[in-house]
């Protein structure tokens, strides 16, 4: 998850702006499908299973080989990775030094012994995974109320997590899941044994959302997932998961009601099937780390690529990083020569820039366009500088817009992967 805002001022390119708005064609799904090679399939079940081996990153483990026994050192280290900022507003005023103490004291390491023993549990409710063991909301500006730096992710039911350490009030867990770590509340999470867990971690048979947000009742229980989320099937039932008062995981099996946003597998690894699941997003709000019910820019791309069944790191950093033998640096390229390898990309590719992830829908009349979840873009002042204008949803653009410093977005791409 990274935030797309920039500062500065810089001389005007080259190509004209005007702002993120397109042509409303542009905007419908069916005019960015492949009708030649759009329903090849680009990767089969092998095929992709060796990718996302090859793309894993560190905080990306096999959750089935994970040890049962973690060292207090190395536990410690994955705790402390998030650095305190003094830098930080909580309820509008600046973090004190005291605030950080109690926060600090609140991990609980000193209660981390020289080994521990993993614990096993399944995400029983769409939550957030924190940087600390608090409910409490830091901003970088007093005013703010939406880029908390505290929130990492949303994490949705029927995640398996392995189960770490517990703060010092127990109402917070530090966990590892398939592709971050960090704190969730106690009471989001199930406990149970290892071989009902693999049934979460290394289904069969499963179900994978393909809706933008589908909820799920049974009873009184309710259950709202995210695109990507995928929940294990047994026969024509969906296992879904529910916290005891014990804590432990109880599984309730509900009649799986297949749709356009519950689909049995995987999609096939297509791209049309990458266009048609980027556009349900479409007009949605921008959402920090998942908040809102929504997608920041790197969950975008993941949830959608998740539904083909390849798995993404979480942040845009990593998804720029991992290995796949397709990555293209644009880093020092200019102009000229980026939008000549971008109007030759596949479609569905990813576009990257400082802070920011796009994905790649073609090119009309050699001008390429992308779908993205954008927090702003920068627009000439009347002092000739450039101000930052929020957007906060996703949208369709070009690469013209510009960042507040001036430079279009294609000027400011470092780089693209094809995730194949």
């Given at each position: 998850?990274?935030l797309?805002?920039?500062?500065?001022?810089m001389?005007?390119?080259?190509?004209?702006?005007?702002?993120?708005?397109?042509?409303?064609a542009?905007?419908?799904?069916?005019?960015?499908?492949?009708?030649?090679?759009?329903?090849v399939?680009?990767?089969?079940s092998?095929e992709?299973?060796?990718?996302?081996?090859r793309?894993?990153?560190?905080?990306?483990p096999?959750?089935?080989?994970?040890?049962?026994?973690i060292?207090?050192?190395?536990?410690?280290?994955?705790?402390?990775?998030?650095?305190?900022?003094?830098?930080?507003?909580v309820?509008?005023?600046?973090?004190?030094?005291?605030?950080?103490a109690?926060?600090?004291?609140?991990r609980?390491?000193?209660?981390?012994?020289?080994?521990?023993?993993?614990?096993?549990?399944?995400?029983?409710?769409?939550?957030?995974?924190r940087?600390?063991p608090?409910?409490?909301?830091a901003?970088?500006?007093?005013?703010?109320?939406?880029?908390?730096?505290?929130?990492?992710?949303?994490?949705?039911?029927?995640?398996?997590?392995v189960?770490?350490?517990?703060?010092?009030?127990?109402?917070?867990i530090?966990i590892?899941?398939?592709?971050?770590?960090?704190?969730?509340?106690?009471?989001?999470?199930?406990?149970?044994?290892?071989?009902?867990?693999?049934?979460?971690v290394?289904p069969?048979?499963f179900?994978?959302?393909?809706?933008?947000?589908?909820?799920?009742n049974?009873?009184?229980?309710?259950?709202?997932f995210?695109?990507?989320?995928?929940i294990?099937t047994?026969g024509?039932?969906l296992?879904?998961?529910?916290r005891?008062?014990?804590?432990?995981?109880k599984?309730?099996?509900?009649?799986?009601n297949?749709?356009?946003?519950l689909?049995?597998g995987?999609?096939?690894?297509?791209?049309?099937n990458l266009?048609?699941?980027?556009?349900q997003?479409?007009?949605?709000?921008?959402g920090?780390?998942?908040?809102?019910e929504?997608?920041?820019?790197?969950s975008?791309?993941?949830?959608?690529?998740?539904?083909?069944?390849?798995?993404?790191?979480?942040?845009?950093?990593e998804?720029?990083?991992?290995?796949t033998?397709?990555?293209?640096?644009?880093?020092v390229?200019?102009?000229?020569?980026?939008?000549?390898?971008?109007?030759?990309?596949?479609?569905?590719?990813?576009?990257?820039m400082?802070?920011?992830?796009?994905?790649?829908?073609?090119?009309?009349?050699?001008?390429?366009?992308i779908?993205?979840?954008?927090?702003?873009?920068?627009?000439?002042?009347?002092?000739?500088?450039?101000?930052?204008?929020?957007?906060?949803?996703?949208i369709?653009s070009?690469?013209?817009?510009?960042?507040?410093?001036?430079?279009?977005?294609?000027?400011?791409?470092?780089s693209?992967?094809?995730?194949?």
């Open positions: 998850m990274l797309f805002f920039f500062n500065g001022n001389a005007l390119s080259a190509v004209p702006s005007a702002g993120p708005s397109v042509d409303k542009l905007s419908k799904p069916a005019v960015w499908l492949d009708k030649r090679n759009g329903d399939i680009i990767a089969d092998p992709i299973i060796t990718l996302n081996k793309m894993q990153a560190d905080n990306m096999e959750l089935p080989n994970y040890p049962a026994y060292s207090g050192e190395k536990l410690k280290s994955y705790i402390q990775e998030y650095e305190f900022d003094s830098d930080l507003y309820n509008e005023k600046l973090l004190t030094s005291a605030q950080s109690v926060l600090a004291a609140d609980n390491l000193r209660g981390i012994a020289e080994e521990t023993e993993v614990k096993y549990g399944v995400v029983v409710q769409r939550t957030n995974l940087s600390l608090t409910d409490l909301k901003f970088s500006e007093p005013d703010d109320k939406i880029f908390d730096r505290w929130q990492e992710t949303a994490v949705d039911p029927a995640e398996p997590v189960v770490l350490h517990y703060n010092e009030k127990r109402n917070f530090y590892q899941m398939r592709n971050y770590r960090g704190w969730l509340p106690s009471k989001a999470v199930a406990l149970t044994d290892r071989d009902t867990w693999l049934k979460y290394c069969d048979k179900a994978i959302i393909t809706g933008k947000l589908l909820q799920l049974e009873g009184s229980a309710k259950w709202v995210q695109m990507g989320s995928r294990p047994e024509k039932r296992l879904l998961p529910l005891e008062a014990s804590g432990n995981l599984i309730v099996r509900a009649l799986a297949y749709s356009d946003a689909h049995a995987y999609l096939p690894y297509t791209t049309n266009i048609r699941q980027a556009f997003f479409l007009g949605n709000p921008y920090w780390g998942g908040l809102q929504s997608v920041d820019c790197s975008f791309v993941a949830d959608v690529y998740r539904t083909v069944g390849v798995e993404l790191p979480r942040n845009a950093d998804q720029e990083e991992v290995s033998g397709s990555s293209i640096d644009l880093s390229s200019d102009s000229n020569e980026k939008l000549s390898v971008v109007n030759n990309l596949p479609i569905g590719s990813a576009l990257f400082p802070n920011h992830v796009m994905l790649y829908l073609g090119s009309k009349k050699g001008r390429p366009y779908i993205h979840a954008l927090g702003s873009y920068g627009a000439r002042t009347d002092n000739g500088g450039y101000a930052r204008v929020p957007v906060m949803k996703v369709v070009d690469l013209s817009l510009k960042t507040s410093r001036g430079n279009s977005f294609l000027e400011e791409l470092s693209a992967q094809s995730y194949r």
